[in-house]
């Protein structure tokens, strides 16, 4: 019996089956409890034997159960799991791939470099008024170097600004010296619009006042973002020239390589100089030096991505906008 | 003030893009002339140039004329039957004569020209000169025209160097070649604009002399009764004149030394008394004018304002009205009246020209108000040589020295005697002393600059230097530089000379600690980016055509010099041009964009967040995609408000440009901030879109304030109920009528069902609920929370709604 039992263990084929075996020999009414009830007919001298061999039995039986029930199970668990896999070669969902502005990306990454260098950052208005853009700047009425501008005026009188200097005025006459400020933002040019020129481009304006700031600070404080962007040691360039607000004034370059020719040349970046003393004036500061530059930002995303066209930043062309991702 | 523009700034033509200004263009040879040869190459030089800031924009390399080509006469002129304009000429060279075919409309007899010789190349031609046969005629060379020997851009007839060319020379010995350096000057620097302003900043740099051209030329005796008489009216606007008559010229093409100057300016040689103006005007920075005698009614010259309505017709050909504030160079007419010969500082008049037959010349050299000049120039759309020199300040001590240099040339060149007398008017003026102490520039630059190399500098500049205390200097600065008023102007003379590669390099010491925000809402861009909105910049310009079609509010500011309709406005709204690029983008199969940027209302200007959705907001690609609608879009709003502990609502509104069951007015923080919203049908259709979302926040967002509170440790109880309402009882009117009933141990209220159809009839809704119940100190009983739930029920009955098994 223990022989067709076992066998009838090793044939069940799921976990109904099993059971069934464990009813039919150890339930209630089953074949060895059967005969486990029938003892007490057996002479005493039997009785002994024979329970001892049904516990055997029993215990026989009950350990193939379990056995056949793990292996059961385990064959239940991998026959789901099987069918659980999913091909992971397939695509994932796509969520919008979300992104910043190239423009976005190198502004960030100048305001990282100057606010590291403890300059504040300041923003400022779009539209502005002649006596911030031009009149408060030393740009004398009625004189060329306003030509220069290429203004977009407006029908009320006012203009968009041409450079991002109108906020040294406002920053001065909000704030005492000493200070460092850095000023972002977008300035309009009406000229013509080519591949290298747009109406419409941004500038970073640095400003620094205080008691005796002379131009070798300026020429440090060049000299420290370029080591910044494109390395320590990058040498950097001055080169008189004018601007009304300025005196004296300069224009900076900085030896770098082209990452997009590998020559080695000079990047004209901007222009710098000592705050004018007019400028100062202006906001009623005295007994106070200070120096400015300022330069487009545009400069420093297209040459080093090799981008042919300017108006490229502005069209909104996601198979432009979406490339500029992951580390600058 | 008869100016020939140089090749590249005609009339009215704007400087390239990006041009700081005008060019001037100085001929290499030239300023070593100016320098008595004390100059280094052209690649130091240009170095220099750039150094001193006079900043070098490019070289041009001018070769020098063909080999193979000599100055030879026309000696015979003679038609060929059956050709209409070919002609037979034969040129004579002294030694030989050559046969040639020319078409030429100067080729006459007595022409001094260039013979090329076959094997000749000539640039501007493309060809190589070779012995052949025309008409039935040979040809043994060409006479050539300017352009194609490559000298200076003319075409219309062979070159003519007038009767003094050396006769069988070989032209390439005379015209060598020139490295021509552009310089970009800015607009301070009017004195640059002239071969000497530029060798005298190289002379000071290079501690080189300087020779002034024409310095010993006699300037004329005004006691001396010369016939001519000035009449002027406006002395402000016309401080200086000087007219200086010359009698006798003999008008001929100029001689092959000016005519390559002048090419090398990228001037057109006429002849030889008005390329002596020109020369002159480029050589010492003066304009100069020369007149027929016969022009001026009774030898008068008058400088006065226009009549309103006064007409003249300028050397650009073109007849122009003049305003009273217009100042003209004038003479009488015949009838006792004045009549106007020219834009005074801007451009001379066509009808006194010099011509061929003139004979006596007046020659005026003026200075003129830049301010005056410069108006004039831009009200009639002209911008001349002679006008950029006026605005940006001429030396006003000029007039004398050029006129002297300029008759002397003429009568050098064209012959004729020049008069010992001088009209002239106005004396010369001195600049106001600036105080200066050396040491400042050691202060500011951080540089030192020994004091005598600073007086040196300045005095090489041709600034006046007195003063005895070692730092208290008194400098005047030359009459020509305008642009020095103050000690800091001086500070940058002496830096620019000593150069600027000596500056150091430190950083301030400062105590300055800046305060930490965020202006540029760097982490609104990465917050927004980061819930996969693409970031977009686009132009503050738009046109009212655009805004209208996008039914966005009417401009409130408009340009008045816009670049084209399509820009002439000011945006005032960010979302039309997300719709733009979300057209551009129509090939995408789905999107999400957002812009920061100003928009400009008429009550002012303000900084906005917009956004724009399309397509599924997340794609399935092989299986289903997750569908966009307004809840989507709420969403991140809700995501984006709770990153900053702020709490955002939705209430219905219209806006003209949004679906008008599908718009909700942002309140964040409980205030207004913008809309979001479905786009409107009909917009959408003009940019043939659908299924476009919005959303445009005014910035800066307003952040919650964020305090610790204790969290509930105590298990909470819900319950669900249904209510059934009119479709248009808005979700937020039955949860503040549940919230209000439920009492203060409801902890929250969320629908987790909405329902509409049959079950709940026409017109009905029913909004699944359920609640959250809880208390902060012990558990509720099931029979508080059945309370709180009779008090709901009844309040939803009370307003007339039901209850959903």
């Keep these: ?328 | 003030m008869r100016c020939e523009r140089a090749a590249g700034t005609a009339a009215g033509s704007r400087p390239p893009a990006g041009a700081a200004g005008p060019v001037v263009r100085v001929p290499h040879g030239w300023l070593a002339e100016l320098l008595g040869g004390d100059l280094p190459g052209v690649e130091r030089t240009v170095e220099l140039l750039d150094g001193l800031g006079l900043a070098v924009e490019t070289v041009h390399a001018l070769p020098a004329a063909p080999r193979r080509v000599v100055i030879a006469d026309v000696v015979e002129v003679e038609a060929i039957p059956g050709s209409e304009h070919l002609v037979r000429a034969v040129a004579g060279d002294g030694e030989r004569r050559v046969q040639v075919v020319c078409g030429a409309p100067n080729a006459r007899v007595g022409v001094r020209s260039a013979l090329a010789l076959p094997g000749a190349e000539l640039p501007g031609a493309g060809f190589t000169v070779e012995a052949r046969e025309m008409m039935g005629v040979a040809s043994n060379g060409v006479l050539a025209s300017p352009r194609e020997l490559g000298l200076f851009d003319y075409g219309g007839g062979i070159v003519d160097f007038g009767p003094d060319a050396p006769l069988g020379a070989e032209l390439a010995e005379l015209w060598p070649a020139e490295s021509v350096i552009e310089l970009e000057l800015t607009p301070n620097r009017g004195d640059a604009f002239s071969l000497l302003g530029v060798a005298r900043d190289l002379g000071a740099k290079l501690g080189v002399p300087l020779r002034v051209p024409g310095a010993d030329a006699d300037q004329g005796d005004g006691a001396i009764d010369d016939g001519l008489r000035l009449e002027i009216e406006d002395e402000a606007a016309c401080p200086r004149l000087t007219l200086r008559l010359i009698e006798g010229v003999r008008v001929a093409p100029s001689p092959v030394w000016l005519q390559r100057r002048l090419a090398a300016l990228g001037l057109r040689p006429r002849n030889n008394v008005v390329d002596v103006t020109n020369f002159v005007t480029f050589e010492l920075g003066q304009p100069t004018h020369a007149y027929d005698r016969r022009v001026l009614g009774g030898g008068v010259l008058q400088v006065r304002r226009a009549a309103d309505g006064e007409r003249v017709t300028l050397l650009d050909e073109e007849e122009r009205v003049l305003v009273a504030e217009d100042l003209v160079i004038a003479t009488p007419d015949a009838d006792g009246g004045s009549r106007a010969v020219g834009l005074a500082g801007v451009m001379g008049g066509l009808r006194d020209s010099v011509v061929r037959d003139t004979r006596d010349v007046a020659l005026e050299a003026a200075h003129f108000d830049p301010v005056v000049v410069r108006k004039a120039a831009r009200r009639h759309r002209l911008s001349t040589d002679a006008h950029y020199r006026f605005e940006r300040g001429v030396d006003p001590n000029l007039p004398p020295r050029a006129s002297a240099r300029a008759a002397a040339l003429i009568a050098e060149i064209a012959g004729g005697s020049v008069h010992p007398g001088v009209s002239a008017s106005g004396s010369d003026v001195v600049r106001p002393e600036i105080a200066f102490r050396p040491s400042r520039v050691g202060y500011l630059m951080a540089m030192e600059v020994p004091a005598e190399e600073q007086r040196a500098s300045l005095e090489a500049l041709g600034c006046d230097v007195e003063g005895d205390q070692d730092d208290a200097w008194r400098v005047t600065p030359p009459s020509w530089r305008f642009d020095l008023h103050i000690e800091e102007d001086l500070i940058e003379e002496v830096s620019r000379l000593h150069g600027y590669e000596h500056i150091g390099k430190t950083v301030p010491a400062m105590h300055f600690v800046p305060p930490i925000h965020d202006p540029t809402h760097r982490w609104l861009r990465e917050a927004v980016a980061a819930m996969g909105l693409q970031e977009t910049v686009s132009y503050v310009f738009t046109g009212p055509d655009a805004l209208a079609r996008a039914a966005a509010p009417a401009a409130g500011v408009a340009l008045s010099n816009p670049q084209g309709a399509e820009r002439s406005v000011l945006r005032t709204a960010l979302y039309p041009a997300l719709l733009t690029a979300a057209a551009l983008n129509r090939d995408e199969p789905a999107l999400a964009l957002f812009e920061i940027g100003h928009v400009f209302l008429a009550g002012g200007e303000e900084e906005r967040l917009g956004m724009l959705w399309r397509g599924p907001y997340a794609r399935g690609v092989w299986r289903a995609d997750s569908p966009l609608d307004f809840f989507v879009v709420k969403g991140v709003l809700e995501r984006l408000a709770a990153r900053l502990g702020a709490d955002v609502r939705c209430r219905p509104t219209q806006a003209p440009f949004l679906h008008p069951g599908v718009a909700a007015e942002l309140v964040w923080q409980g205030e207004a901030v913008g809309v979001a919203g479905q786009l409107h049908p009909e917009v959408a259709a003009r940019y043939e879109l659908d299924g476009v979302y919005l959303a445009e926040l005014r910035l800066p967002l307003a952040e919650g304030r964020v305090r610790y509170r204790d969290f509930p440790r105590q298990p909470f109880a819900e319950r669900d109920l249904a209510v059934v309402a009119p479709v248009d009882v808005a979700y937020a009117r039955l949860e503040r009528l549940v919230r209000d009933a439920a009492g203060s141990e409801l902890e929250s209220v969320r629908p987790f069902d909405v329902y509409q159809g049959e079950q709940v009839g026409e017109g009905g809704r029913s909004v699944a609920l359920r609640l959250r119940f809880r208390r902060s100190d012990r558990a509720l009983t099931d029979d508080e929370v059945d309370g709180h739930m009779r008090n709901v029920m009844s309040a939803v009955r009370d307003a007339g709604y039901d209850i959903r098994a």
């Excluded at chain 1, 704030?175 to 970073?204: I, M, S, W, Y």
């Excluded at chain 1, 200070?290 to 490229?312: K, S």
Aim: hydrophobic share 40%; charged share 25%.
């Design chain 1, 1 to 328: 019996m223990l022989e067709e039992a076992l066998a009838a263990v090793e044939a069940a084929s799921n976990l109904q089956e099993l059971q069934d075996v464990r009813v039919r020999y150890l339930g209630k009414k089953g074949e060895l409890t059967r005969k486990l009830k029938a003892l007490g007919s057996l002479p005493p001298e039997e009785r002994r034997e024979a329970g001892r061999r049904i516990n055997e039995h029993k215990q026989a039986i009950e350990e193939a159960i379990q056995a056949r029930r793990e292996a059961l199970e385990r064959r239940a668990l991998e026959g789901r799991l099987a069918g659980e896999r999913v091909d992971v070669t397939l695509p994932g969902t796509r969520f919008g791939d979300g992104g910043l502005h190239l423009l976005t990306r190198v502004t960030n990454r100048l305001l990282d470099v100057f606010t590291a260098l403890g300059y504040e950052v300041a923003v400022g208005p779009e539209l502005e008024t002649d006596h911030y853009n031009f009149g408060a700047l030393n740009f004398p009425d009625e004189h060329p170097a306003r030509d220069e501008q290429d203004t977009f005026w407006t029908t009320d009188g006012r203009l968009l600004r041409t450079h991002t200097s109108p906020m040294q005025v406002r920053y001065m006459e909000d704030h005492r010296p000493p200070f460092k400020v850095v000023v972002p933002g977008k300035v309009f040019r009406n000229e013509a619009v080519d591949a290298t020129h747009e109406a419409q481009f941004h500038q970073l304006e640095a400003l620094v006042v205080g008691e005796r700031i002379t131009m070798a600070d300026l020429r440090g404080a060049i000299d420290e973002m370029a080591a910044a962007l494109f390395g320590e040691g990058t040498r950097t360039r001055l080169q008189p020239t004018f601007f009304p607000f300025v005196e004296p004034g300069a224009e900076f370059a900085i030896y770098w390589t082209n990452p997009r020719s590998g020559r080695q040349e000079w990047l004209e970046l901007g222009g710098c100089g000592m705050v004018h003393p007019n400028v100062f004036r202006a906001v009623g500061y005295q007994g106070v030096t200070g120096f400015a530059f300022g330069f487009g930002i545009e400069r420093l995303a297209l040459v080093p991505y090799g981008i042919p066209d300017i108006r490229a930043f502005y069209q909104g062309d996601l198979r432009v906008l979406r490339q500029f991702r992951g580390a600058l």
